[in-house]
C-alpha cells in the first residue's frame, strides 16, 4: 500500500481520548523494544512519524495514527519490562486490555517478537489472550537481519512451538533495517481490512 499521509492523530492515556472514527485500526504490541515504532515507520514510508528509542518502556501511551484518511494503526506499549516501575505497568494494564478487548474498530492485531530469542512468558500470555478473544493477529518475528537464513528459519520453528501455534497460524520474518518482509506483512494487514 502506497501511504501518501500519515499524521498523529491521538494520543490516549485514559479510554476517554480514544478517537470517535469508523477508520479500522490495527494494533502494534509486543515486549519493550521488540521494534514496534521501527515497524510502523517501516511500513508507511517515513523514518520518525513514531518515535523510536532506545531505552525500552518510553511508549506511554496509546498512539493512533491516521493513513491516507482510511485505516489507522494503533501502538500500544509494550510490555515485559522490569526498569518501568509497576505502579507504571499497573496504570497501562487496563487501557490496553480496554482497548483490545472492546475496541470495535480493531480489525487486527499485529503482535511482535524477537526472532533472536524464544518467546518470553510474557509473549506466550499475550498470544493466548488474543486467541481467546478471537482477535485476528499477525505474529511478526522482528530483527531478521541479525540471523542467518539457516538460523532464522530455526528459530521461526522455535517461536511456533514457543506460542502454541497451529499450522495456518500466520508468521512472518521481518527487518526494519532491510524492510525484508514489509510487502508480505501489507499483504496479511489488507486481508484483514
Not at 482477535?135 to 502454541?164: E, M, W
Amino acid at each position: 500500500m502506497k501511504i501518501k499521509q500519515a499524521s498523529l492523530e491521538a494520543a490516549a492515556y485514559i479510554v476517554s481520548d480514544f478517537p470517535n472514527w469508523d477508520y479500522p485500526e490495527f494494533s502494534f504490541i509486543g515486549r519493550s523494544n521488540v521494534g514496534k515504532s521501527s515497524l510502523l515507520n517501516k511500513l508507511i514510508g517515513r523514518k520518525n512519524l513514531a518515535r523510536t528509542s532506545s531505552t525500552p518502556g518510553k511508549t506511554r501511551g496509546i498512539y493512533f495514527y491516521l493513513l491516507n484518511e482510511r485505516i489507522c494503526f494503533v501502538d500500544l506499549p509494550g510490555y515485559g519490562y522490569a526498569k518501568v516501575s509497576k505502579k507504571e505497568r499497573e496504570r497501562w494494564a487496563p487501557i490496553i486490555e480496554d482497548y483490545l478487548g472492546a475496541r470495535v474498530n480493531l480489525r487486527g492485531c499485529l503482535h511482535l517478537i524477537d526472532c533472536r530469542h524464544e518467546p518470553t512468558e510474557s509473549d506466550q500470555l499475550m498470544s493466548d489472550w488474543l486467541r481467546a478473544h478471537t482477535i485476528p493477529t499477525i505474529t511478526i518475528a522482528t530483527k531478521a537481519d541479525k540471523l542467518s537464513r539457516g538460523a532464522l528459519n530455526k528459530q521461526l520453528t522455535v517461536i511456533r512451538k514457543g506460542l502454541n501455534f497451529f499450522e495456518d497460524d500466520l508468521l512472518l520474518p521481518f527487518s526494519a533495517k532491510t524492510g525484508s518482509g514489509r510487502d508480505e506483512v501489507w499483504k496479511a494487514i489488507k486481508g484483514l481490512i
